[in-house]
C-alpha cells in the first residue's frame, strides 16, 4: 500500500493528532481567512477615503495635460488609493487573524479521525 502526502500535509509532518497518532494533519485557518477579508473590506474603505485626496492631487497633476489629464490623473488616483488601502488591510487583518488562530481556536484538524485541537505556544505537545 503507497501513501501520498501533498506539500501542505509534509509542512505539518512533525505535529501528531492527539487521538489517533496520525501525521495525517491540516490547519483551518478559519481567524486568518476571516481577519484578512474583515482587513480587506476596512481598509478599502479607508483607502476609499484616502481615495478622494488622492483624486484630487491626480486631478491637480493631471491639469498639466488638460481637461482629459485632469480626469485620468484623479480615476488613476482614486483607484490606486483603493487598492493600496484594501491590499495594506487585507495583509494587517491576516496577521491578526493568525494569531487568533495560534492561541484561541482549535486550528489543526486530523484528516484521519478528524479530532480538531491546538497545540501550545510553549510546547511541542498537542492537545485536545
Known amino acids: 500500500m503507497t501513501i501520498t502526502i501533498n506539500y501542505k500535509e509534509q509542512l505539518f509532518m512533525a ?3 492527539p487521538s489517533c497518532d496520525s501525521l495525517r494533519i491540516e490547519t483551518k485557518d478559519y481567524g486568518k481567512k476571516a481577519g484578512g477579508t474583515i482587513g480587506t473590506v476596512a481598509g478599502a474603505a479607508a483607502g476609499a477615503a484616502g ?3 488622492g483624486a484630487e ?5 493631471g491639469v498639466v495635460f488638460g481637461p482629459a ?3 485620468l ?5 482614486a483607484i490606486f488609493g ?3 488601502g484594501g491590499s495594506t488591510g487585507c495583509i494587517a487583518g491576516s496577521k491578526i487573524g493568525e494569531t487568533f488562530d495560534e492561541h484561541l481556536f482549535s486550528n489543526y484538524q486530523c484528516l484521519i479521525c478528524h479530532h ?3 497545540i501550545p ?3 511541542s505537545t498537542a492537545f485536545a
Open 82 to 84: 483603493g487598492l493600496i
Open 69 to 71: 489629464g485632469a480626469v
Open 51 to 53: 481615495a478622494m485626496s
Open 15 to 17: 505535529i501528531q493528532c
Open 57 to 61: 492631487i491626480g486631478m491637480t497633476v
Open 116 to 118: 480538531e485541537f491546538s
Open 73 to 77: 490623473g484623479s480615476m488613476a488616483g
Open 121 to 123: 505556544s510553549d510546547s
